[in-house]
């Protein structure tokens, strides 16, 4: 990973300093952009984008004090803790620097970064003033300033020789026409912008195409130009295409379609006003949902034919013609699970976005929260938590007491561990939902495996379906507010790892590697023990699965599930660790970085079940 210049390093720190100052239970993007306003790197490009810093200044110090209020603590000694869009846009910025092959984070990329945060109120604030993320690259880029006092001499060197060396960041060398015609959306676009680019598209299509797996695009006719502009931003992303339009002269149209309908790998529908009542394309959608090869979206307020929204659809009808906005990148998602072909990097930034969780610095070391940490649950009534927790708990160690009387009861192991689990869920600190309601499922499970409404005692049966629902209901004072799914700022879909039979003892050998490795003393120092009980529950899952006789199905579907929690436990402590802020907040920087170097490896290994 890249390392922070000495400047950022100082300006992350005293945005730390600076929430820590003010009793701030987190440190926000507001408060680091404040710390990059002494920043040279960063001031600079503001400077040279006309933003005046005093007045840029004073705003944030007015919203830091009147509109972050809500997060002063009272208690004495909190450290306050970087938010997840803060740990993003560190993150953006390293992983935008070791792309390009450059080996330092500055407060320049930071700054360009923080646009991608677009609901902030510091890309807001920036935004006031005039300034995009377009003029920083271009003046990082180019030297080129909207205030000429601050044009600076960029070397422009010609790109020759070796072509599978990366260029330098590709963002970057863009001219604004280009810059335009990539990020602006379509509407926005001058007629000479939209004809360059199309002509540019036909040329290079062919190129696209070639061989290996494909998406089939659907259609109606009167929809050509939607998709003409379309094209260019699933191709950005290495997503090869078909359509008629590749159809060479000569060929008979009717029987190239079928074969590439019966080859693609994905048939991507265009819902329009036109397409919902075209049969060609009805058809086209009909043969694709048979196939499990439908990815559809819909593009206006027209109703989708009857039978296909019972398929989840991607809605692109507020879509701001970026590549960035939400609903265009769960399409991608979408589209690449049904590929099969995600890189490690797609995977593993796939897995952070859609993590249920987070790793947050807690008193000095690495502790699991709900995500997003930074959001009150729906319901914010410590007392009625506390109370139903300990009825909970009191309930758990009096179902215990009866599950050890297997004699009177005579009921399967599997749920004395369910309930020991849950137990643990319960007790230890801090309490989260994703531990409980994790521990939740495997007791369904186990309810659910065993018949239990048939075969187990009913008092048992009556007071565990109880214990479900009591569990159920500390949801919404539990877990913070969560995004509707249908907005803009919904996380994307979790991945799904692929297991094959035969690869179950590989996933077995994983677990029992972060098994050994939580006894480490590195684990001992950087992990709470809220982080561990996480760990060995889910370890504990992967091995009693890995020698279970039940069906092949059912098995595979509970190891692809505890794979999956497996993947968000090590990738958030690997990319908690890596950002470089966190590991300032830690009792033991040393260890953490230690542990860091042992834990990659094996989120390499897990993340090559996602891809």
């Not at 040329?203 to 003409?228: C, M, N």
Request: charged residues 25%.
């Amino acid at each position: 990973m890249p390392s922070f210049s000495r400047t950022l390093e100082i300006a992350v720190h005293a945005a730390l300093e600076f929430a820590n100052a003010r009793r701030h239970e987190f440190t926000t993007l507001e408060h680091l952009l404040l710390a990059l306003i002494d920043e040279p790197d960063a001031s600079r490009v503001m400077k040279a984008c006309s933003v005046d810093l005093d007045r840029l200044q004073e705003t944030l110090i007015d919203f830091i004090d009147e509109g972050l209020a809500n997060l002063v603590v009272d208690y004495e000694g909190n450290e306050s803790v970087p938010t997840a869009a803060f740990q993003r846009v560190i993150q953006r910025a390293a992983i935008h620097i070791q792309s390009s092959g450059r080996t330092e984070v500055t407060g320049a990329n930071v700054i360009v970064a923080m646009f991608a945060e677009r609901e902030s109120k510091a890309a807001i604030f920036l935004h006031e003033q005039d300034m995009t993320r377009y003029d920083a690259v271009n003046f990082i880029a180019h030297g080129v300033a909207k205030d000429p006092a601050y044009n600076e001499f960029r070397q422009v060197e010609e790109i020759e020789g070796d072509w599978d060396e990366e260029p330098a960041d590709e963002e970057e060398r863009l001219t604004e026409a280009e810059w335009r015609a990539r990020y602006m959306p379509i509407e926005t676009q001058s007629s000479s912008e939209r004809d360059g680019k199309i002509e540019s598209e036909t040329k290079t299509r062919k190129k696209v195409i070639s061989s290996g797996p494909f998406v089939f695009l659907s259609y109606a006719h009167l929809d050509q130009e939607i998709v003409t502009n379309f094209l260019p931003f699933i191709h950005s992303k290495n997503i090869r295409t078909w359509w008629d339009q590749d159809i060479s002269p000569g060929d008979e149209w009717r029987s190239e379609i079928a074969d590439k309908l019966e080859k693609s790998n994905v048939i991507l529908t265009f819902w329009t006003e036109s397409s919902t009542v075209s049969t060609s394309v009805i058809e086209e959608a009909s043969t694709a949902q048979s196939k499990k090869k439908l990815v559809h979206v819909r593009m206006d307020d027209s109703t989708i034919p009857y039978g296909f929204s019972e398929t989840q659809y991607v809605d692109l009808r507020a879509w701001d013609g970026t590549e960035s906005d939400p609903n265009f990148q769960r399409l991608i998602y979408a589209i690449q699970d049904k590929l099969g072909s995600q890189t490690i990097e797609f995977a593993s930034s796939r897995i952070s976005h859609s993590s249920p969780m987070e790793i947050v610095a807690r008193e000095g070391k690495l502790s699991v929260k709900d995500a997003p940490s930074n959001v009150p649950p729906e319901v914010v009534n410590p007392i009625d938590l506390d109370v139903r927790l300990k009825g909970v708990q009191q309930t758990l160690n009096n179902m215990c007491m009866m599950c050890s009387d297997n004699r009177t009861y005579q009921l399967p192991h599997t749920l004395h561990h369910c309930l020991e689990a849950l137990k643990s869920a319960a007790t230890t600190e801090p309490v989260t939902w994703y531990a409980l309601e994790d521990a939740k499922c495997l007791l369904v499970d186990c309810m659910t495996d065993s018949y239990a409404a048939e075969t187990w005692n009913v008092v048992v049966y009556k007071g565990l379906s109880n214990l479900i629902v009591r569990i159920e209901e500390i949801r919404p004072l539990l877990q913070p507010r969560q995004i509707d799914p249908e907005t803009n700022e919904a996380k994307p879909p979790p991945p799904e790892p692929t297991i094959r039979e035969d690869q179950i003892s590989d996933v077995v050998s994983i677990a029992e590697d972060v098994k050994s490795e939580l006894s480490s003393a590195e684990s001992q120092d950087v992990l709470d023990n809220n982080t561990k009980q996480n760990f060995e529950s889910t370890v504990e899952q992967i091995a009693e699965l890995g020698a279970s006789t039940e069906p092949k199905d059912k098995k595979l579907f509970k190891l692809r599930r505890a794979m999956k929690g497996l993947a968000y436990l090590t990738g958030g402590v690997v990319t908690a660790i890596g950002t470089g802020v966190m590991v300032n907040l830690l009792t033991s920087p040393s260890a953490a970085t230690t542990l860091l170097a042992r834990l990659k490896p094996i989120f390499e290994s897990i993340l090559q079940f996602f891809v």
